[in-house]
C-alpha cells in the first residue's frame, strides 16, 4: 500500500517537471517575431528580426533569414492586403506576425497631345523591350545571402530630385505604368555611387532605360541605376557603400542628364526615398 503511494507521488513529480520544462522551453518565444525597422506603408521596405534558429515563411513561402535572425520584405506600390509571417523554431513552438501596409497617395499627370508613336512604341521596338524585360528580371530574381539591405542606404547621387516614386501618367489619355523610381537631375558625368554594399548582376545598354546597372543587396533587395553615361562596373563584381559605379547621363528615352534610381524586393517595387534621409545640400 505504502509502496504504491510513493509511485503515485513519483509520477505527480514527475509530471510537474514535464509541465515546468515545457513552460521554460515556450517562454523563450515570447518576443521571438517582431518588426526590428522600416516602413510598413506601400513602398516600404521592412526588417523582421527573430531568433536565428527559427525556419520562417511570408505566405506560405519561404523567407530567408540571415544567421543574426533578421529578414527583409517588401510592399508594392498597390498592395493593400495583409501579409502574414510565421515562424518555426527548433523546440516545435512557432509564432505569427500579420502586417498591413499602410496606403498613400501617389500623384498623377495627365499630357495629351503626344504624336502617337512617342505614346505606343513601333513593333520592331517591342521584341528588343522583351529581350531587356527579361534580362532585368534575371538579374533582380537573385537571393543571395548579401547584407547590405542591413546598412543605412546613402543617396547614389546627389542633385535636384524630378520625378519622385509611384507617380502615374497619363498619356494621350492612356495610362502609362507609374514611375517606380526616383529622378535625380544631375550634370552629366556626375559619378554615381553604390547606396550599399552589394554584387553587380547586370550591366547592360537597354532600349529605353539606356545603359543600366543591376546590384544585389541580398535576400532580394536591388538596387537599379538607369540611363548612365558609363558603367565603371562588371557583372560578379564586389562593391562597398559609397564606391563609384558609373556616371549620370541621358542615355535611353531620356529627355536630360539625370540618375532614375530603382530598389526592388524581387518584383515588388519599393520607394528609394524611404530607405535614404532627405537629400543632402551637395
Ligand atoms: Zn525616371
Not at 517582431?34 to 528580426?49: D, F, L, N, P, R
Not at 498623377?108 to 521584341?127: C, K, Y
Not at 529622378?183 to 554615381?192: C, F, Q, R, S, Y
Not at 556616371?247 to 532614375?260: C, F, I, N, Q, Y
Request: no cysteine; glycine share 10%; proline share 6%.
Amino acid at each position: 500500500m505504502m509502496g504504491k503511494i510513493m509511485r503515485i507521488i513519483n509520477i505527480t513529480r514527475y509530471r510537474i517537471f514535464v509541465i515546468s520544462a515545457f513552460l521554460l522551453a515556450t517562454s523563450h518565444v515570447a518576443t521571438a517575431l517582431e518588426v526590428h525597422s522600416g516602413h510598413a506603408t506601400q513602398g516600404g521596405m521592412i526588417i523582421i528580426k527573430t531568433d536565428p534558429d527559427a525556419t520562417l515563411t511570408v505566405d506560405d513561402q519561404p523567407l530567408m533569414l540571415s544567421d543574426t535572425g533578421f529578414a527583409v520584405l517588401g510592399f508594392h506600390r498597390d498592395d493593400t492586403s495583409a501579409i502574414h509571417l510565421h515562424a518555426t523554431y527548433s523546440d516545435g513552438s512557432d509564432a505569427y506576425l500579420a502586417i498591413t501596409p499602410e496606403p498613400r497617395q501617389f500623384k498623377e499627370q495627365r499630357i495629351d497631345g503626344l504624336p502617337s508613336h512617342m505614346v505606343t512604341p513601333p513593333q520592331a521596338v517591342l521584341d528588343r523591350i522583351a529581350r531587356d524585360r527579361k534580362l532585368v528580371s534575371k538579374a533582380r530574381s537573385a537571393s543571395s545571402a548579401l547584407m547590405g539591405w542591413q546598412q543605412d542606404f546613402i543617396w547614389p547621387t546627389h542633385g535636384i530630385i524630378t520625378g519622385i516614386y509611384g507617380s502615374r501618367r497619363i498619356l494621350n489619355g492612356q495610362p502609362r505604368a507609374p514611375h517606380y523610381g526616383i529622378d535625380i537631375a544631375a550634370a552629366t558625368g556626375t559619378p554615381v555611387k553604390a547606396p550599399a554594399d552589394g554584387i553587380i548582376t547586370m550591366v547592360d545598354d537597354l532600349y529605353f532605360t539606356g545603359i543600366t546597372i543591376i546590384m544585389d543587396h541580398g535576400h532580394g533587395i536591388s538596387s537599379t541605376f538607369l540611363h548612365l553615361n558609363k558603367a565603371d562596373v562588371q557583372p560578379g563584381q564586389t562593391v562597398k557603400q559609397g564606391d563609384v559605379i558609373g556616371s549620370v547621363g541621358s542615355s535611353g528615352r531620356s529627355t536630360g542628364a539625370h540618375l532614375d534610381w530603382r530598389i526592388n524586393w524581387f518584383d515588388k517595387r519599393l520607394d528609394p526615398a524611404l530607405l535614404t534621409g532627405p537629400m543632402p545640400d551637395s
